[in-house]
């Protein structure tokens, strides 16, 4: 059986611990909280102490902790963290005080990561939704009781986690996940643009969903993965470049935000991440 493994794994030290059936790990995702003021002056972290000496603040720290696959079969990529989830987290952590009391929904969740590091700072509803395949359902669950204490306000209602499967149609989709989609304002998605059928039924979920609701924000995070070709004689990105092409008619703005934001999670931020945001125009 062919799997794929995440790159993030061998580039950072998430102190990995098997699991009791080994099957999978618990790792720690290590992040720095934003210091107050800091989009406007990060001099306000120096505080001068009574006998005149520069006192420089240390950053106050945290830990998100996942139980996740290391490698899986490509249909059940979900299990494992990607780079994208953690560049969405950055962003949501630059972006909280414009985030704070909205409705959030994650599309294609994964194990968590993103939901989780949206209720941290935000007191409003998340909901986390994938397609259960592997009991990833059980799995984000376990994750988010796993980190309550970290979320906003330790609500254990905060993050609801929700069956979303993008090839259902929408007149068999649940009456639950519908009332949540149409109470959702800002809608995420990171690292589910890896397959033509799946990036497919991606559009036509945001088309649905703008068509039905034009004040919807989309946050698109992914990392573009090049293979050379010998038809195109060149490095392509296919998968960002098939999502790309397949959007070009449709009525959105498509933004790709600069990444100059600060990084709070531990992870390397490679050139060939992209962030995108989708509007109605």
């Not at 972290?45 to 000496?53: E, P, Q, R």
């Not at 497919?200 to 946050?219: H, P, S």
């Not at 060149?234 to 959105?252: G, H, I, L, N």
Request: proline share 3%; glycine share 6%.
């Amino acid at each position: 059986m062919y799997t794929v493994s995440s790159e993030i794994y061998s580039e950072t030290n998430y102190q990995p611990t098997r699991t009791e059936d080994g099957q999978k790990v618990v790792s720690k995702f290590r992040f720095r909280y934003p210091e107050t003021g800091e989009k406007q002056d990060k001099s306000l972290s120096n505080i001068i102490d009574k006998d005149g000496d520069l006192d420089v603040a240390r950053p106050r720290r945290g830990v998100i902790e996942l139980e996740h696959s290391v490698a899986t079969e490509l249909k059940l990529v979900g299990l494992q963290v990607w780079r994208g989830a953690l560049l969405l987290a950055d962003y949501l952590f630059h972006r909280r005080e414009s985030m704070a009391g909205r409705t959030i929904m994650e599309l294609g969740a994964g194990v968590g990561l993103t939901s989780i590091a949206a209720a941290i700072h935000n007191a409003g509803q998340v909901y986390c939704t994938d397609v259960d395949l592997g009991c990833i359902l059980q799995l984000i669950s376990g994750n988010v009781q796993r980190n309550l204490k970290l979320l906003h306000g330790q609500g254990q209602g905060q993050v609801k986690v929700m069956e979303f499967n993008f090839l259902t149609p929408k007149e068999e989709q649940t009456e639950q996940l519908l009332r949540a989609i149409d109470a959702s304002d800002i809608i995420l998605a990171a690292d589910v643009i890896y397959d033509d059928t799946l990036t497919d039924a991606f559009i036509r979920v945001i088309d649905e969903m703008l068509k039905k609701d034009n004040k919807k924000t989309f946050y698109v995070a992914l990392e573009k993965r090049y293979v050379f070709t010998f038809a195109d004689c060149d490095s392509v990105a296919p998968m960002y470049e098939y999502f790309v092409a397949q959007t070009r008619s449709k009525p959105w703005l498509i933004e790709h935000l600069p990444l100059d934001f600060p990084q709070y999670f531990e992870y390397e931020r490679c050139p060939q991440l992209v962030l995108m945001r989708i509007t109605s125009r």
